[in-house]
């Protein structure tokens, strides 16, 4: 067997995002946010709605879904690959605009649903050892958590070390899968959960037809290309450079965040020069 990289674009959306396995989904959202037996999510419904709402120019892997539970609660649940620049800015963007989208001026609060944003990072970010880390609202000084509508979850990958024996827990299967599963020839013996079991099984590159192959190439090629080229344009000190970079970066679909790091400026100064690129003919 020969796996994808599931940190690719097109990878991450066809395993995570298929609506005709939500087993997928449901088995990783589980383990990630740690539900009691009786709590744990049974439904799943892809939302596609909440897309108006993101930032002019994005180019993120996001999987947004309303989860029910086993007694009948619901929330919105954003899944998403998150990049390092105005990362603090970022995911309390999307939270807070997934959960103010939920209802319009006419209806009542009582109609919102809790939100969970769920963050997977390629990059080292809280102080913390540990590769997993839930967030919350709580008081400044007694620590009460009444506000409980909106919560964050995070998984680090860079601080994830376990090796295939070491594993024993389904959310370390899971990291470890997402992390790891382009470099296995099999899957791993430890492997008993179905969902995790589906996982591997659409990972494995004899299961894609070649459309779905060739996109999953040139999604890997297109960053790697976009990157070398903006780097080396960055180096070269002309006057036009700042907006050759953007100007490429866009042409080659990276994600807005990656093309502000690479010449110091915000996402909203960058999505205004792209606004402004494509009125000029881009």
Known sequence: MKFVDVKNDVAFRKIFGNSQKKEILISFLNAILKLDVEEQLLKLKFLNYLHLLRVPGENATIIDVEATDKKGKQYIIELQFTSKH???????YYACSDYAAEIDSRQTYALIKPTHFIGILDFPFFDSPHYLSHHIIVNGETYEHKLKDIQFAFIE????????KDLKTLIEKWVFFIKNAASLAMIPKHVNDDGLKEAYQDADKHSWNKEELRAYDNASIAIQDARGKL?????????????????????KNMPVEEIAELVDLTVAEITAIINQLKNDGL
């Open 157 to 164: 990958l860079k601080k994830f070390h376990l090796t295939e």
């Open 86 to 92: 105005g990362f603090e800015k970022h995911i309390n």
């Open 231 to 251: 780097e080396a344009a960055k180096k070269e000190g002309k006057q036009e450079t700042q907006e050759y970079v953007i100007k490429k970066g866009w042409q």
